[in-house]
């Protein structure tokens, strides 16, 4: 994850055989997305705090610190309590993080949204497999507005994949 996130240069302690950027040092001028961004170790949280806040990032095994300017969006399907109440994230990273919080409720809560994300996902998958686009009936988008999506969005993704992949 460290070495994915600041990147590593050759010969460094993991033993790397090339130098690699990390996705900070990539994301320099733009945008860097970390999904369940309380998955992180906390060593790894504090080293990317320090990144964000100094500016800079410095690959594994180098001396030398690189420029950083970067906006940074965070997700978490967790709640704010929840995340703040078991310390999966640092408090001072989810302060520096939390400027602009977006929250979204999960697709149970908003079932009305099935049926147009359904026929967008399902026509994004048939064209990507080159497929033609089937008709969802009225009795299946009853059965997906009936269902829980515990997966949210992504498992709603999948099913349209699935649907795409096996229709007739």
């Not at 997906?144 to 969005?153: F, I, L």
Request: net charge neutral.
């Amino acid at each position: 994850v460290e070495a994915e996130l600041f990147g590593q240069m050759r010969g460094a302690p993991n033993g790397a055989m090339r130098d690699k950027p990390g996705k900070l040092e990539l994301a320099h001028g733009g945008t860097l997305f970390i999904d369940d961004v309380e998955e992180l170790p906390v060593e790894i949280q504090g080293k990317l705090l320090h990144a964000l806040q100094s500016g800079s990032v410095t690959r594994l095994g180098d001396t030398r610190e690189k420029p950083l300017d970067i906006r940074v969006i965070a997700a978490t399907s967790l709640a704010e309590e929840t995340v703040r109440r078991t310390g999966r994230i640092r408090e001072d990273l989810f302060l520096f993080l939390n400027v602009f919080p977006i929250n979204c409720l999960p697709l149970r809560d908003r079932r009305e949204d099935i049926p147009l994300l359904a026929a967008h996902l399902l026509k994004i998958a048939c064209r990507r497999l080159n497929r033609p686009v089937p008709v969802i009936t009225e009795r299946v988008m009853q059965q997906m507005q009936a269902y829980d999506w515990p997966g949210n969005v992504r498992e709603l993704h999948n099913a349209m994949e699935r649907a795409a992949i096996v229709s007739q």
